[in-house]
């Protein structure tokens, strides 16, 4: 009952890469304007296949939205995605 009334904990910021692993948290953090896989890929230095395999775990969980635009898929985090991020 004391707790009531308690204010909540700080948030800690390797929270998210302690739930879903450090690659997919920076992924998830870069994401908050629409981006291809490839230009995601560039900016974190990796190969567009391993940036594939974890934009296709996200976006299952529905921390992503994707979008086609020509021959890209845009990738950008969803509301759900917006929340996990600003804990």
């Known amino acids: 009952m004391a707790t009531l009334w308690a204010s909540p904990p700080a948030a800690d910021p390797t929270a998210l890469a302690a739930l879903i692993g450090p690659p997919r948290a920076r992924l998830l953090g870069l994401l908050d304007e629409p981006l291809p896989t490839v230009e995601i ?18 976006h299952a969980t529905g921390l992503l939205t994707r979008v086609r635009d020509g021959r890209h898929v845009l990738y950008r985090r969803s509301s759900l995605g917006d929340r996990l991020v600003d804990l």
Request: charged share 15%; no cysteine.
């Open 41 to 58: 890929a560039r900016r974190l230095a990796v190969t567009p296949s391993a940036v594939s395999q974890h934009l296709r775990v996200l």
